[in-house]
């Protein structure tokens, strides 16, 4: 296991998506649980870490982010929890308005989440925001301490760096940017996407 800062590890590898694995002196958390797919690969994976999982954090309800949660949570005795904001649209709710979204949403079953989060909650060491524009309902982690951001997909990042998703994948795109850039206000030092590798930008002195 690749940790990349204290307590916050790197997922496995795969098709698709970015997960990360967040661990304190209470709670042990996966952030996002990939495709559908992913669950068996996901599962090897967490069992080398010899910590029992508490939860299955979802950024968002995406297919490449909700995977198999509710199952991947109730084979490890652990819950899966998500943003208040994102319920209609993991509960199968919301009719998304981008046609991509709105084709995978037929395909997608809704998620039985045990735990809502509201903005302010924390979560192993993190504080739960709201940020809006990919989704409705998207959070963030944020560890304000030492600039730790897991972003889900409010942000990816590419060649040159962290930059926002295509637009076309943007529920709003407005919103979209006003959340990429609160999160860039913060100065990360370390920024953790759905989407590419993670970003490391040590302060300068």
């Known amino acids: 296991m690749v940790e990349l800062v204290p307590g916050v590890f790197a997922g496995p590898r795969l ?45 968002h309800g995406d297919v490449d982010h ?19 904001e994102e319920r209609s649209f993991l509960e199968g709710a919301l009719r998304p308005r981008r046609l991509v979204r709105r084709v995978m949403a037929q395909l997608m079953r809704p998620v039985a989440v045990d735990r809502w989060l509201d903005p302010g909650a924390e979560v192993a060491g993190f504080a739960v925001w709201h940020t809006p524009g990919h989704t409705a309902g998207h959070l963030s982690l944020v560890r304000l301490a030492d600039r730790v951001v897991i972003a889900g997909d409010a942000l990816v990042v590419g060649r040159q760096g962290p930059i926002m998703p295509r637009s076309w994948l943007n529920e709003d795109q407005e919103q979209a940017r006003a959340s990429a850039t609160r999160l860039m206000a913060i100065g990360p030092s370390w920024l953790l996407t759905g989407h590419g590798p993670p970003w490391h930008q040590p302060r300068a002195d």
């Open 66 to 84: 909700r995977g198999q949660a509710a199952q991947l949570a109730s084979a490890l005795g652990a819950q899966v929890w998500a943003g208040s």
């Open 15 to 59: 098709r698709q998506s970015n997960c990360y694995l967040v661990h304190d002196k209470t709670l042990t958390v996966l952030v996002d649980a990939g495709m559908p797919s992913d669950r068996q690969e996901i599962s090897r994976w967490l069992s080398e870490s010899g910590w029992r999982l508490d939860a299955v954090v979802l950024t």
